[in-house]
């Protein structure tokens, strides 16, 4: 593709077995839009080869989710005998559009953001692993159920973990048609590689070319990786210069894979790894001037999530936390001796080496411990939940400076406690409901400081065009007695973050300890619609001492199959949810606070029919204090 102003050139390759190089024969390329033709050509072929240009004026382009439309082309070519007979005919879907790795130096280091038909955009979203053990069992609806789910939480990139697989041509197919931008792993982790085993460099030459050539054409490709982590395990303590010279890394991750895309795809990027540091001796991975970086600090060296805030990288392709699934997913593996985190069972559904052990680590920092096995999964999700909105909060307001953040992992490939914020039955976990949240389009939040006694509020917004809106505060107890509030007028930036407001609480901190204060937050836009809210706390919420919210729900029919819940509360009901015994269904929004001012109305969309007094007498409504009382 070649983009001019109101035009794209496309250059239109068609190769084609032939038993005779001067058989008559020819190409005939059409282009369609929604089945209208938009541009044709015809060709004669030599050899079976030829070329075609064809202009598109007009072009409707593709966008990134969030960004615009994914219109999508249909390139049909057909091979044509000598009296114009099809011999065979085949095609493409593709989008217009450009769609680059933009690095160039800044007052940082070196930038890395991608940038889709000029506009540089914040990746948001997640890594991908194979969705079941067995990939014969994935069904064309698994893959967009799950890919939907993406796209419900407000995300524009996948990565393609270089631990897995190669998807099926479905899977790209459908980011195409969502809007999901795939950095896409060549399939070499965490090994070395025989590059001086005969045949085998000849072996992943061809595995390569076959997978470019075969997915290509798909818009959504926006970067081709050569491994996940091999760069970093090579200069790691444990790795040993027999296992893998960097002679041999390079034969495969420098020399064989760039040249591959470079001839079979050469208007897409290649980058060698991740994490990968440009520029460098490979030693400096997770250097925060430049290149990629996995950063697992909280998890591995169990760090406390305040450490995230610490860093300032370019663009976090891994970061993660574990959760447990929720209790219906355990009891499909568990029988009911087995329900203790730390029975056989429970720690063979874990393939982290300290998993459960970590989990109960953070949680003993953070929360009250429950007394019930069921109050502990679900606790353990509202843990990770706030570990990851911690971080993507942060680095979302970091922008310019970081433009990327991809956690681990979206998915899980049979049911595990494992860093997945959709388990494998596709049940969202608590995190994956807070990943709507802190993917928004617009995102309020906040950045306390106890010691200081400010909170400083800030708008960051994805969109092109600026905006304006309205921050409305409120300082209540931990009881939900409102101390102060207030409220201002914003400008919402095009494509960045500000800082709009500092709040001074220093004396309502004197007067009521950190463990006494909720700072509620919301923005809305100029209807007065509910753009985004957040809640800002100064304490762990162990050290609070919250009361019985009093939650009440009214539940009414909605549209056909799907319910309205309107939820209110007496007392701040911190991580509200709602679940339904035995049953499965998808929410317009769980795991948020309740104020007890404001009513919240959740649409509940049950997954198999149910009536209204089926569904009241399935409902369960729940918060924070309901996992330790």
Partial sequence: QEHRPGAVDLDVAVEAEVADPAAALAAEVVLTLDGTPVAEGRVGLWDGKGSVRLTVTNPRLWW???????????????????????????????????????????AWGESFQFVANGVPFFAKGGNWVPADQFPTRLTAERYRDLLASCAAANMNMIRVWGGGIYEPDVFYDLCDELGLCIWQDFMFACSAYPTNQPGFLDDVRAEAIDNVRRIRHHACIALWCGNNEVEQCNVSEEWKAHYMS???????????????????????????????????????????????????????????FEWYRTCEHRFNSEFGFQAFPEPRTVRGYTLPEDRNVTAPIMEHHQRSRSGNSLILHYMLDWFRLPGRFDDLLWLSQIQQGMAITYAVEHWRRSMPRGMGTLYWQINDTWPVASWSSVDYHGRWKALHHMARRFFAPVLLSAVEDPAAGTVEIHLTSDRLEPGRGQVAWTLTTVAGRRLDEGAFAADIPAGGNRCVHTLQLADRLGEHGPAGLLVWLKLTDGAGDVVSRNLAVFARPKQMNLPDPGIAADVREDAPGAFRVRLTAEAPALWAWLELADADARLSDNFFHLAPDEPREILIEPAEPMTLEALRSRLRVRSLVDTYR
């Fill in 64 to 106: 990134p989710a969030g960004m615009g439309e994914q219109p999508l082309y249909q390139v049909e070519v057909c091979l044509l005998d000598a009296g114009g007979q099809a011999l065979d005919c085949d095609t493409k879907r593709i989008g217009l559009r450009t769609l680059r790795l933009d690095r160039h130096a800044d």
């Fill in 246 to 304: 960097w002679a041999d890394y390079g034969r495969i991750f420098d020399d064989l894979l760039p040249s591959v895309v470079a001839e079979l795809d050469p208007q897409r990027d290649y980058w060698p790894s991740s994490p990968h540091t440009p520029g460098s001796n490979r030693a400096d991975v997770n250097d925060p001037t430049r290149g990629d970086a996995h950063l697992w600090a909280v998890w591995h060296r169990r760090e406390p």
